[in-house]
């Protein structure tokens, strides 16, 4: 099946979540622990705790697998290395879903709430930007220039697209 516009969209999340992890591997470990503003989900080190987890369990809604080891919200922070690992395996889980799925098939949630594949597929997206935020705002708050993470340093960084923001 050929690319299509939606792909580019969940590329872009996958990309935009490795960059962050990468440039959050290079923190001194102390403001990663620990660094956090007003308005945010919590730490650096939380914040992509609960993003990474809420994406794995978004994948294994949608597919049935768990792809890497359980992360647990009451669980310990893993290791920056696990969350790499899991980004990486739900990125491609999840565009695998999108090329394959019906996006009106109905997923059984929790609490005996349902939705559908696209919804949980919009979901996705927009918590992983909400939080991505997040984070770039904890680093700006805290003097550290965050890195960009558009849609337009997506293209940029994958030659999709040219020039500057």
């Known amino acids: 099946m050929g690319e299509r516009p939606l792909d580019h969209v969940l590329r872009h999340n996958t ?14 470990p102390a403001t990663h622990a620990s660094a956090a503003s007003p308005g945010t989900y919590g730490t650096i080190e939380g914040t992509l705790h609960h993003l990474i987890g809420a994406e794995q369990w978004y994948t294994q809604l949608l597919t049935g697998d768990l792809i890497g080891p359980r992360l647990r919200r009451d669980g310990p922070p893993p290791a920056i290395d696990v969350l790499a690992e899991v980004a990486a395996g739900t990125g491609n889980g999840i565009l695998s ?18 939705s559908t594949v696209g919804v949980i597929l919009a979901q996705l997206v927009h918590h992983g930007n909400e939080h991505r935020t997040q984070i770039t705002t904890i680093l700006g708050a805290n003097g550290i220039e965050p890195p960009p993470l558009s849609a337009w340093a997506y293209g940029r960084a994958t030659t999709l697209s040219e020039g500057t923001e």
């Open 97 to 114: 879903v999108a090329e394959t799925d019906d996006p009106g098939r109905r997923i059984k949630l929790n609490e005996g709430r349902t």
């Open 15 to 28: 990309w935009a979540n490795g960059a962050l992890i990468e440039f959050c591997r290079g923190l001194d």
